[in-house]
């Protein structure tokens, strides 16, 4: 149950991003799941490793979305879609 739920965090962190970065992106739920997972990880290793929060902390799933809505940004970017600076 444990990879359950981290998938279904991942994924709202990752539809929070999608949902705060203006413009519009052009992935799946696959690709969110993906982005989610990758932005938690990447803020939950720097904002430990920082000393910023504990594990289970509040400020992990802040620093989640933040993490995800930066990879989103370049990710966007790297692919050439202009629509996600308007």
């Known amino acids: 149950m444990g990879i359950i739920s981290t998938l279904f965090v991942c994924l709202i962190v990752g539809a ?8 519009e992106q052009k ?4 690709m969110t799941c993906l982005l989610g997972i ?8 720097v904002g430990q490793a920082m ?11 802040i620093a989640s979305t933040v993490g995800a809505i930066v990879l989103l940004f370049g990710y966007s970017k790297l692919r050439g879609d202009s629509s996600s600076t308007r």
């Open 38 to 45: 990758a932005g938690s990880f990447a803020a939950g290793y």
């Open 27 to 30: 992935m799946g739920w696959v």
């Open 51 to 61: 000393g910023w929060y504990t594990v289970g902390a509040p400020a992990g799933w």
């Open 16 to 23: 929070l991003a999608r949902l705060l970065l203006p413009g």
